[in-house]
T-cell receptor, first 115, second 114 residues
Framework: AQKVTQAQTEISVVEKEDVTLDCVYE???????LFWYKQPPSGELVFLIR??????QNEISGRYSWNFQKSTSSFNFTITASQVVDSAVYFC????????????FGKGTHLIIQP | DAGITQSPRHKVTETGTPVTLRCHQT?????MYWYRQDPGHGLRLIHY???????DKGEVSDGYSVSRSKTEDFLLTLESATSSQTSVYFC?????????????FGPGTRLTVT
């Protein structure tokens, strides 16, 4: 069975601070995919990144960066110089190698950026 | 915008009544999914479909059924709603058929069972 753990239920930081959201996963698949989604207060789910199990390169997109480490089964997400607009619930998710696989989500981390 | 609509967007119903939620896509994609979101649980997969009349169960399928008679519509039915089914329901699609495809989510339906 697959499992995603986001141990941080809520994080509160002051604007311009850097913040890291943790994600630890469990799977028996050798091929799998990891995702991050953002859910702002408006409620929609916004895709941020997809990473496959064979690509351990870190990714940077503007103020966002992701650190994938297979050795520790982690896929952590860092926001640099946080802004109030980053306030949202962030979900880490996992899917296996099957074509129709649904996503297994973590419980989410509620990030609050205070001005 | 992935061309996904959900209806209704909000619904209040009484325990024991049947409820059908509709997910409609405009892009003719094969894979569709239903999730529910509850505080403290994230999103959990209810059912999914990999084609017309081809559906399968997800993690939390008890109390739910689905149907897909047309590519564009994926219906989720609560045969006899219970208070534990109060939740926000999200539909999703995959635009590609490969493993690990990104899923695009609809706007969600907030269902309250009283």
């Amino acid at each position: 069975a697959q499992k995603v753990t986001q141990a941080q239920t809520e994080i509160s930081v002051v604007e311009k601070e850097d913040v890291t959201l943790d994600c630890v996963y469990e799977t028996r698949d050798t091929t799998y995919y990891l995702f991050w989604y953002k859910q702002p207060p408006s409620g929609e789910l916004v895709f941020l990144i997809r990473r496959n199990s064979f690509d351990e390169q870190n990714e940077i997109s503007g103020r966002y960066s992701w650190n994938f480490q297979k050795s520790t089964s982690s896929f952590n997400f860092t926001i640099t110089a946080s802004q109030v607009v980053d306030s949202a619930v962030y979900f880490c998710a996992l899917s296996g190698g099957g074509g129709a696989d649904g996503l297994t989500f973590g419980k989410g981390t509620h990030l609050i950026i205070q001005p | 915008d992935a061309g996904i609509t959900q209806s209704p967007r909000h619904k209040v119903t009484e325990t024991g009544t049947p409820v059908t939620l509709r997910c409609h896509q405009t892009e003719n994609h094969r894979y569709m999914y239903w999730y529910r979101q509850d505080p403290g649980h994230g999103l959990r997969l209810i059912h999914y479909s990999y084609g017309v009349k081809d559906t399968d169960k997800g993690e939390v399928s008890d109390g739910y059924s689905v149907s897909r008679s047309k590519t564009e519509d994926f219906l989720l039915t609560l045969e006899s709603a219970t208070s534990s089914q109060t939740s926000v329901y999200f539909c999703a699609i995959s635009r590609t058929q490969g493993a690990g495809s990104r899923q695009y989510f609809g706007p969600g339906t907030r269902l309250t069972v009283t």
